[in-house]
């Protein structure tokens, strides 16, 4: 039967997984290796139940089957360690997904720079910037969202860790002018010259390797830290309220916080 003869709240999942790619793109977008965006795992073709989460490990797949969910949308998948034995932990998660006819769907740089889902564009929102535009040039991309921000480091800091939720490590003087933002959501803290050369006065991120910091100082960029998890909630929360208004599909965010 067709979409259209389902029942309310059902879907096919080839048509969810169709959808999704048409949204997202993938095909058009360089990754990472480990990305293998798009359906990971199949179920036995249908969905009633969405789950959203950042991360495919094996609590969050425990928390989408106790949700009921018969789809879990993440943002990093289960391969970012490469081909691994399917035994231990490799084995349960793909176990307990496949007893509980859970199918697994991913999208990560695609759903870093959606226009109107992506983590980028949802956190500079949440700040306050709009849209922003688009910046830095990545493998053909442009992978962030930059704005200029009309007060200072602690006005930002303040308004940044109510959207993230938590605290935020601030790397500059909280009475400067936060200038142009630079966002690039996730482990970007890396890229500390290139914001430099970007002429960013405040980059945000989620983290970086501790070299970053003492660079940023001696390069005189302002640096807010928020948190790799925490500013990569938008995005699926997104996909999960887009597969509500398209399908009609009850939909939940699994939270299941790193601390990084």
Not at 64 to 93: C, I, N, P
Request: aromatic letters at 8%; proline letters at 5%; glycine letters at 14%.
């Amino acid at each position: 039967m067709g979409q259209s003869e389902l029942i309310p709240g059902m879907a096919k999942l080839s048509e969810v997984v169709g959808f999704l790619e048409k949204e997202l793109g993938a095909e058009r977008v360089p990754d990472y290796p480990g990305a293998h965006n798009g359906l990971q795992l199949q179920n036995g073709g249908e969905v009633r139940r969405v789950a959203c989460a950042v991360d495919a490990s094996q609590p969050v797949i425990e928390k989408a089957v106790a949700e009921g969910a018969d789809l879990l949308v993440v943002h990093h998948g289960m391969f970012w360690q490469g081909v691994r034995m399917l035994t231990g932990s490799a084995y349960s998660k793909l176990k307990i997904a496949m007893d509980a006819g859970l199918a697994i769907y991913s999208s990560h740089i695609p759903l870093d720079i959606h226009p109107e889902l992506g983590n980028n564009v949802r956190l500079s929102r949440s700040l306050g910037l709009g849209d922003g535009e688009p910046f830095f040039d990545w493998k053909g991309i442009f992978l962030g969202r930059r704005a200029p921000y009309e007060a200072n480091l602690a006005e930002l800091r303040k308004a940044l860790e109510l959207a993230v939720g938590g605290p935020v490590l601030l790397r500059g003087d909280e009475t400067t002018p936060a200038g142009l933002v630079g966002i690039i959501t996730g482990g970007a803290g890396g890229e500390i010259e290139a914001m430099v050369e970007e002429g960013i006065d405040t980059f945000v991120t989620g983290e970086g390797p501790h070299w970053s910091h003492p660079l940023a100082e001696e390069l005189g960029l302002n640096v807010l830290y928020a948190g790799h998890y925490a500013t990569e909630t938008f995005g699926v929360r997104a996909l999960g309220q887009l597969l509500n208004d398209q399908f009609s599909l009850d939909w939940t965010f699994v939270d299941h916080p790193t601390g990084l």
